[in-house]
């Protein structure tokens, strides 16, 4: 790919190539390498042989030495349920054939040579697992329920299987998925109460390689041609056009992954901002569209049945909107803005938060429960969370519909401003955490919530780059924010016994939105190193693969991953567009604001970048984040900004100031908190066992620290209510999740309502309800509940609900049943009532709360079925409800 004889002449006439010495690394940590040929990790070593060739010799760590020590626990109908978080059991398959001990269900933990840390597994290593169900089948004989160490009650209707997680592929972790693994179900044939299974581990098929070279096989000369004097630059650049023409489907939409069939909103979102509506704009419009059902955005399958517990599908607007700004396209802009407008309408009832102007729902991206949240939280916890990078997006849409809106004339413009501007003063006032100088993860509990110290990378990333984060905010986030060796981890520090996937990971693409803001902010040292932090992985495995281990870096330790994603090939081409050649993309024009770390000086160039009807060769020389000066055949371009109305071939030239931007990074080492205390309340007094690397224990009363201790119980009063959580600490001071609210309730201070008592009890036969039955809600029955309560005295109230919903698993599908609440006739908030296992009706649990102000005397609850709440699955929007819980929590 030579660049054209004009800008050869144009980098002669300047003072002739400016090139780079191969000897000389361009990026040096302690983990690795970056040269202008090659990268160098360790022993292994990957190599551009040109701009579209590249060798490997990498090999995961994680094929070589697989521990025979296999650590593992049991679980009925795909849940945590046989033993406490952490406690699981050991065995050391020491030889071709190994058989455990009979295991009873939540009894002892088998720790079977467990102490034989050296032996790895041999090939083919045949594990027989035994289980003693007996004790809960005779629990369910005798009872109709066994009950878990943690008091829950599986009923004998719901149970649907046993299954085995563990650390040894085919074994998994991912309680919620093992239903989808049929190797890992455990079977009574001969109906004798012991369950077994027999697996093959270390299968020599198994092994997740690479290749050892890439050469380029695809035509990429219809896309813009980089050239540079860093050969490994130029054939990542390259590498990364040519997946990205393996991931457009035959009917023109994009494939998320090699491994990852289908369209995504969130990753087609992403992917589109960084780089796609650019190069493939027509493709974008169609992937778009197909997550679009009934006028509104699709939130894809998610946590408790999808939206409103996950409500990240506004990112959609997003890239909707800078398809607009790349094409210039009306029609596209009148379709795309309808959309938008009509989903944030349904978001500014169903989980805006009047109270901290912030928006609930799942962590953008972020979508696998425990990887980023403590274990006691449920999808109705999920939802009231108030998390950074969801709520970034959510600020930048109303940004959006803003700008649209004006430029359809629309008067709702204000509208959307005005709410833009409330998501970003919640943002500042409830998650800025001025101690570590960046934001905090996410507001979260239940009636009372707390911060998560913990950065969160795509949310911080974002903050910058929307502007979330005012001028002086945006460069303390980027130096503060900790990031590894390897990258920035998506949270930090890591959470304990949850194996790597968004939790002790990095994501390229989260690496190429940090590598965006940190040139927005001005930090060459960050920009760099993120930089660098996307070319190793993509030069040592030859493929954009989504993640990798934070600790060493390597792509075969996670819980699942894919070659050729959408977003991560997205975000290295977007290193050469947004970031070294800056161009930014305006409704009515392009602007150039290049920043390129010293340490890639030299002479470059772009050539056939198509904007609207003109067409660009970009001549650049030097490097910094300062433009010396910028012409377009040969006259000064005021700005650096070229018009929409642009036609036609044309040659801009830039030579860079040569300034050294200053900043600096926080570089941590990859760090585990303390595992979160399990906490349980008897007779004035909170109790909870010594956990891993706790050293000491912040007690909270209603999210407010009142005490420390070195101990394991702490007194309480049981006067007035209150919600208790424990939060261990370490030696370095850090702190575990806050452990699950432990509400102590005075018996006045709570009312209940049984549902069959204002409505038509249930026909259904569902066990584990309380009074004389239960209602049901759907879209044909029970449509409005008016719920009449005589409250004892005024105060501040919770309402919730005791519910059940069986529509499908906790952790997919699009069922979560939602509804308004209204207080004597005024809009108090959305309830919802998320999947809490497929087929369970009997898993009862509670809603979401409604905090609200009750004065003393008689009020009507309504709980009712309106537009705004339909779901993604539009046709089964139900639950069942057992009770209203109506709970003083304080005075007015």
């Known amino acids: 790919m030579k660049p054209s004889l004009k800008i050869i002449l144009f980098l002669v006439a300047t003072g002739g190539y400016a ?5 000389k690394p361009i990026y040096t940590s302690n983990a690795y390498s970056i040269y202008p040929d090659r990268v160098v990790q360790g022993k292994y070593t990957a190599t551009a042989i040109s701009a579209t060739e590249l060798t490997s010799d990498y090999r995961s760590p994680a094929n070589l030495y697989k521990t025979a020590v296999v650590e593992f626990k049991f679980s009925i109908n795909g849940k945590d349920n046989e033993m406490t978080a952490g406690v699981n059991h050991h065995f050391t398959c020491k030889s071709p054939a190994n058989e455990t001990p009979v295991l009873k269900f939540g009894g002892n933990v088998s720790e079977e040579n467990a102490a034989s840390k050296d032996v790895y597994l041999k090939p083919s290593t ?6 003693d169900m007996r004790p809960v089948l005779q629990a369910f004989k005798e009872q109709g329920y066994y009950t878990c160490f943690n008091g829950e009650k599986i009923y004998k209707n719901d149970f649907k299987g ?41 299968k020599p098929e198994d092994e997740n390689k690479i290749a050892s070279s890439w050469k380029m096989s695809r035509d990429v000369t219809a896309f813009p041609r980089y050239h540079s004097p860093y050969k490994i630059s130029d054939a990542i650049y390259n590498l990364g056009l040519e997946e990205m023409q393996k991931a457009i489907e035959p009917d023109s939409t994009f494939r998320t992954g090699k491994e990852w069939g289908g369209v995504w909103t969130r990753d087609i979102s992403y992917s589109i901002i960084l780089s796609m509506a650019v190069l493939q704009p027509k493709v974008a419009m169609n992937s778009l569209m197909r997550k679009v059902q009934d006028g509104r955005i699709i939130q894809d399958t998610g946590t408790g049945g999808a939206y409103p517990c996950s409500s990240d599908r506004m990112i959609w607007g997003v890239a909707a909107f800078e398809v607009y700004k790349v094409t210039g396209n009306k029609e596209w802009l009148k379709k795309a803005y309808a959309i938008i407008k009509k989903s944030a309408d349904d978001d500014a009832l169903n989980v805006y938060d009047r109270v901290t102007g912030l928006v609930r729902g799942e962590s953008s991206f972020l979508d696998w429960r425990e990887e980023t949240y403590p274990k006691w939280m449920q999808p109705a916890d999920i939802y009231e969370s108030e998390c950074l990078g969801t709520n970034v997006v959510h600020y930048q849409v109303n940004k959006v519909l803003a700008e649209m809106a004006s430029l359809l004339n629309d008067p709702a413009a204000s509208v959307y401003a005005e709410r833009a501007n409330s998501v970003k003063k919640g943002i500042s006032q409830n998650l800025w955490v001025s101690a570590k100088g960046y934001y905090g993860q996410y507001l979260y509990g239940r009636n009372f919530k707390t911060l998560s110290p913990r950065s969160e990378a795509l949310g911080e990333a974002l903050a910058v780059l929307f502007d979330a984060a005012d001028a002086d905010k945006q460069q303390t986030v980027i130096a503060n924010t900790p990031v590894n060796d390897f990258g920035i981890p998506c949270i930090y520090p890591q959470i304990p016994g949850i194996l790597p996937y968004h939790n002790k990971a990095v994501w390229p693409f989260v690496e190429t939105y940090w590598a965006l803001a940190s040139a927005k902010a001005g930090n060459e040292t960050s920009l760099l190193s993120a930089i660098s932090a996307i070319y190793r992985p993509a030069a040592m495995f030859l493929t954009n693969k ?22 991560s090939l997205s975000g290295n081409i977007a290193l050469v567009y947004k970031m070294l050649f800056g161009i930014q993309y305006n409704t009515d024009n392009i602007v150039f604001k290049p920043f390129v770390p010293k340490a890639l000086a030299g002479d470059r160039w772009l050539e056939n970048f198509k904007y609207r009807h003109a067409v660009l060769n970009v001549a650049m020389r030097g490097y910094g984040n300062q433009v010396k000066t910028i012409t377009m055949d040969g006259k000064p371009l005021v700005g650096g900004l070229i018009p929409a109305t642009l036609t036609g071939k044309h040659t801009v030239k830039i030579i860079l100031a040569g300034y050294v931007a200053p900043g600096n990074s926080n570089l941590q080492p990859d760090y585990t908190a303390p595992e979160t205390p399990v906490v349980t309340y008897n007779n004035g007094k909170l109790k909870w066992e010594k956990t891993q690397n706790g050293t000491a224990y ?6 407010k620290k009142i005490a420390s201790v070195t101990g394991f119980s702490f007194p309480v009063s049981a006067n007035q209510y209150a919600e208790y959580q424990v939060a261990a600490v370490d030696a370095r001071g850090k702190t575990s999740f806050n452990s699950e609210p432990v509400a102590v309730v005075p018996p006045k201070a709570e009312m209940i309502v049984e549902a069959e008592t204002i409505a038509g009890k249930s026909e259904l036969t569902y066990p584990g309800f309380s009074g004389t039955g239960f209602v049901e809600i759907s879209k044909t029955k029970n449509l409005v509940l008016n719920i009449p309560v005589d409250v004892a005295a005024d105060g501040v109230y919770a309402i919730n609900f005791r519910y059940a919903n069986g529509n499908g698993p906790i952790n997919t599908e699009n069922k979560c049943a939602i509804r308004t609440l209204n207080l004597d006739k005024h809009f108090a908030g959305t309830v919802v009532f998320p999947q809490r296992g497929k087929g369970e009706w009997s898993d009862w649990g509670f809603s979401n709360s409604i905090k609200t102000k009750l004065s003393k005397g008689k009020h009507i609850i309504t709980l009712e079925f309106k537009e705004a709440n339909e779901n993604m699955n539009i046709a089964i929007n139900q639950a069942t409800i057992d009770y209203l819980r109506l709970t003083r929590i304080g005075p007015f």
Do not use: C
């Open 546 to 567: 989504e993640n990798f281990v934070v600790s060493d870096g390597d792509y075969a330790g996670t819980q699942i991953n894919s070659s050729n994603m959408l977003w």
């Open 126 to 131: 045949q594990f027989k697992i035994r289980l």
């Open 162 to 202: 046993v299954f085995v997680a563990g650390n040894t592929a085919p074994m998994i972790w991912d309680f919620n998925n093992l239903v989808n693994h049929p190797e890992l179900e455990l079977k009574d044939p001969d109906g004798d109460g012991i369950y077994e299974t027999t697996l093959v581990l270390n």
């Open 19 to 23: 090139g780079a010495q191969n000897s």
């Open 698 to 703: 912040n007690i909270l009363r209603n999210g």
